[in-house]
């Protein structure tokens, strides 16, 4: 009885392990076959723009060079990604949601000069995008400014501060949405004359952005996250959005269900891109690395951005038709209003900044 | 005393009776309820996979799996499970046969520590590996100056897959071989058999059912997990998604039909190891009243 299965146990167990040495070296083997590979880490809402620039970028490198370049892409929350290259995920390139979390990346984990920022035309961002309200169709519950965000019974989807470069974008268009109102002029703010008018509106902004987190039913950890659960899940009776996410998600799912809607003042936001020098060098793709984000700036990037809703840097370049479809609206910078992404970071967003203490989660 | 003594026996023994024959409605609703339940919440939802998965016709439906990134995630799931299970097996099989033949000092903590990974939200068992492999991490820079890709590549995903299957093998076979004692061990000894013939030809033999079952069990898990592998696959789209990050990256690109179509793919798996658990306990238990 037990000899009739010796031979079958050990042999197959035998198999089994000879199945795997050979599955683990086949793999290695394939890892390494393949042409130049660059890794692109991303932030959420650039999945659709990157598919079709990697296309147009690697056959116009092709030409230039006669090598075949395929480049990989990862999506996420965009403090999250910055944590991962952090963490030893190793992009050739970050294209981000805000200079903040490359600047993360350059002081944490040394991957990058802290200079970065200057090596690439307009603040190295080669699009810019802004914060819409994305409401659902008819404008059932009327809303029209910020001002109307924080009124009882309305739901509103952002994604978390912490996690998400897009949510740290909403947060402070509405901050700087009350200094506006506030102080009528936000040249005041660097006018040491009205620096007590600007004390009052700092703490009617820190308020008013308390009263629209307790209005969040749901904080996701990325912008794609927060567009499922306001589209998909009809959770929520607005969304405050990347305006290209805003714009896809009217496109893919049906203008019938979705309308935009421009606040009075909306926040610059400049969506980074850089070349992670450490990692670049040690798999010997600087150079296609440098030129792809070159390319970003190139009239087939600048279209192509526009044509995925961002607004190009050099609108010159890209289809009428696609810039048409960008409203004009007041945009302020958050060099002007917070002192750069790294104050407003360190005020706003660290451990135990303004966020931590004005956001309860609801329970 | 006598009497109330009788009494009270009297009352009793129609009560047992009618607590194991409830009426029929009773049993109806109750049965009732159970089927209601398991449809709403099992039935439904594999119902909707299928349904949203073939929304646009079966040629769209196979569409989805012809896709570079879909073909190269079942290669990884298939590779990471491959990887995985028999080292859990061996693992499994080392450990219950340690714990459950022999006393020795420390033998509870190890009980314990196989048990850790259940007890551990799999995000953690993610981080943790993060933690010791990371560039920021103790071995990070070491690792990195060698040009070793631990995390955000395959052998992190297959080291996270391991640690949350660590203990499906092991949790079968320990209560089965203490049950089962040293005995007929200890009968092949006295034959004179070595040690490795006793495992080989009395020890292995007697627990194959369970070790077959905690294997189904294991690759289950190792094939659709989810959270502890999120966390070391860094999400490169066609390299480190296994089958239910694509899933959730397909759903999140708004690729509904595709993103079911897969999810269908990981259904049938866990179908096809229903079956396979429902055969293996049919024969487990027959070879047990042989």
Known sequence: MTNRFLPTIHGRLRELVRGTVLVIVAATVFAYGADIQLLNVSYDPTRELYVDFNKAFASYWKEKTGQNVTIEQSHGGAGKQARAVIDGLEADVVTLALAYDISAIAEKAKLLPEDWQSRLPHNSAPYTSTIVFLVRKGNPKGIRDWSDLVKPGIEVITPNPKTSGGARWNYLAAWAYVLEQELGDLEKLHDPQFSEDVKKAEAKARDFVAALLKNVPVLDSGARGSTTTFVQRGIGDVFLSWENEAFLAVNELGPDKFEIILPSLSILAEPPVTVVDRNAKKHGTLEVAQAYLEYLYSPEGQRLAAKHFYRPVNPESADPADLARFPEVELVTIDNVFGGWKNAQETHFNDGGVFDEIYAPAG | ?290
């Open chain 2, 1 to 290: 005393m006598a009497g109330q003594i009788t009494s009270s026996m009297g009352v009793a023994a129609p009560r047992i009776k009618a607590a194991t024959s409830e009426p029929w409605w009773v049993r109806l609703a109750l049965t009732g309820l159970a089927i209601l339940f398991l449809a709403s919440f099992l039935m439904v939802p594999l119902l909707a996979v299928f349904t949203e998965a073939l929304r646009k016709g079966i040629q769209a439906y196979f569409e989805s799996f012809r896709e570079p990134a879909a073909f190269s995630a079942i290669k990884l799931t298939l590779l990471v499970a491959g990887i995985s299970v028999p080292l859990n097996l061996i693992f499994g099989l080392a450990a219950s046969w340690a714990l459950a033949k022999f006393q020795f000092r420390g033998r509870s903590v190890l009980i314990t520590l196989i048990d850790l990974p259940f007890a551990v939200s799999p995000v953690i068992s993610g981080l943790v590996y993060v933690l010791l492999f990371g560039l920021q991490g103790w071995l990070g820079p070491w690792l990195s100056d060698r040009d070793i890709q631990i995390i955000f590549a395959v052998p992190g995903i297959v080291l996270a897959t391991i640690f949350v299957t660590f203990p499906f093998v092991a949790r079968e076979l320990i209560p089965l071989m203490q049950e089962q004692g040293t005995e007929d061990e200890q009968a092949a000894l006295t034959l004179g058999a070595s040690g490795w013939q006793t495992f080989w030809r009395v020890t292995l033999p007697n627990v194959k059912w369970a070790l077959l079952y905690g294997v189904i069990l294991c690759n289950a898990r190792a094939m659709g997990e989810f959270g502890a592998v999120s966390v070391v696959s860094g999400h490169i789209r066609g390299k480190t998604n296994t089958l239910p990050l694509h899933v959730e990256i397909l759903y999140n690109e708004y690729n509904f039909v595709a993103a079911f179509a897969v999810a269908s793919l990981l259904t049938l798996l866990a179908l096809v190891t229903l079956v396979l658990k429902a055969i293996v306990e049919k024969r487990a238990h027959a070879a047990s009243a042989a």
